[in-house]
């Protein structure tokens, strides 16, 4: 039997017809969730879907799917093997992100469907609703998941009012968003293709990323409290200055995480200074920090590094300190049993890979728990995202596509 390979200009067609919804005329598109342009893109989608004969799905969190039945097909025996990514996007985000990973499971399912494979799992080839967070972030997938809260929903990350107006475009309750848990008997795998978003894949000159976790998030909020002061008449000894200790704090989780921790990373996205003024001495700064770290064990000892210096920053400048603790996602390795899939199938298809961490966030890590979850990069151009700049050629596109086809046939049984 020749092996089974995806129509590139079918494909191709459907990507370029996706980027059409909420295009910016740019190479961009406008396409956030549950958005007009977004829903238009779904339906367009389940078009494609039921125009080839596969049965569409859609489930109370809006997320949508292709169904392809197994020939042993008997709720709830018959597990599902899923592959997907999402079609919503940032605001003026880029055409590759999340629509390629859909396009490709769509057409992995038609490939399959067209020879007549016969699988002893059913596929399925999901759209995750909001992966982006315009609203929620990572809603579909989370519900699927059973990790949404009924107060999750109450305070969104895009606000309430949004929140609500997106639900009753799409004809969603937030009833229906918290009872879409599948459970995890039900669910065989969930493998994604995505762009890499970063240019790890261009400098190495490889051609698939095959990701080993997804890395965890920290936030907090850091307020470092002085004393307000006439800027002219205070000397620089009698200061308490806030701003100092905030800067100095700043700069050292920089050195913190160049020295010691070289697969992490930290941010400090926002300083706000009060009073704030020219001639003032700040009498307070609240320092927006987040760090992210690909295990465990890196996450919590760069916690303790990050929040001792705090303390020290404080205290070297004369400085109260508030702590407030904001959330974290602890970070997921992405199975074995997928890596050593997508691995195999790069190795049959004689492309290139190598292991990478995601620093971004991706719908797999809600469903972790559930079943063994894998996902592959291919290479973005000048490592360009979340911007039209966006841009991956296309014969990677394909070769991604490819392995996703040989990684999800491995995965239900069927290896060619
Ligand atoms: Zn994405």
């Given amino acids: 039997m020749t092996k089974l390979s995806i129509n590139s200009e079918r494909m191709r067609a459907d990507f370029d017809a ?34 080839v004969g596969m049965e569409f799905r859609i489930d109370g969190a809006g997320n949508h799917s292709a169904f392809l039945k197994s020939p042993n097909y008997q709720l709830p025996i018959t597990k599902t ?7 919503d996007s940032v605001p003026y985000g880029g055409r590759f992100d999340g629509a390629l990973g859909v396009v490709a499971a769509l057409e992995v399912l038609r490939v399959l469907k067209e020879n007549n494979i016969e699988l002893s799992m059913n596929l399925e080839a999901m759209d995750f609703t909001d992966e982006e967070g315009t609203l929620v972030g990572l809603l579909g997938s989370s519900a699927v998941g059973g990790h949404l809260r009924a107060e999750h929903l109450q305070k969104p990350r895009g606000g309430r009012d949004a929140f609500e107006a997106g639900l009753a475009r799409a004809g969603l309750t937030e009833q229906g968003m918290l009872s879409v848990e599948r459970p995890a008997r039900s669910l ?6 995505h762009i890499e978003q970063g240019n790890r894949l261009i400098n190495a000159q490889k051609n698939i990323g095959i990701v080993t976790a997804i890395v965890g998030i920290m936030a907090y909020r850091l307020k470092f409290i002085g004393r307000a002061d006439h800027a002219g008449t205070t000397s ?28 992490c990373v930290a941010n400090v996205g ?25 295990s465990d064990d890196e996450i919590v000892q760069l916690d303790h590094a990050l929040i001792e210096r705090a303390k020290l920053e404080a205290e070297r400048f004369n400085l109260g300190l508030e702590i407030e603790f904001l959330g974290k996602h602890s970070p997921t390795p992405m199975s074995q049993v997928a890596q050593k899939a997508f691995a195999d199938a790069c190795d049959e298809l004689g492309l290139s890979h190598m292991p990478l961490v995601s620093g971004a966030g991706h719908d797999a890590q809600s469903l972790a728990h559930l079943c063994p979850v894998g996902m592959i990069f291919v290479p973005s151009v000048n490592g360009a995202s979340h911007s039209p700049r966006e841009f991956t050629e296309w014969c990677d596109c394909v070769n991604g596509a490819n392995v996703l086809l040989q990684a999800a046939l491995r995965m239900a049984g069927g290896a060619a």
């Fill in 81 to 87: 093997l899923l592959v997907g990514s999402h079609t």
């Fill in 236 to 263: 620089m000894q009698d200061r308490r200055d806030a701003g100092q200790g905030a800067s100095a704090f700043t700069l050292a989780a920089r050195e913190i995480v160049l020295k010691d921790f070289p697969r």
């Fill in 188 to 193: 065989a795998g969930y493998l994604e293709l």
């Fill in 270 to 294: 926002k300083m706000e200074f009060a009073p704030g003024g020219f001639n003032i001495v700040p009498a307070s700064v609240v320092v927006s920090l987040e760090f992210r770290a690909p």
């Fill in 18 to 51: 996706l980027a059409q919804f909420g295009s910016t005329g740019d190479g961009g598109v406008q396409r956030p969730s549950l958005s007009e342009t977004h829903l238009a893109a779904r339906r367009w989608l389940r078009e494609q879907i039921e125009k």
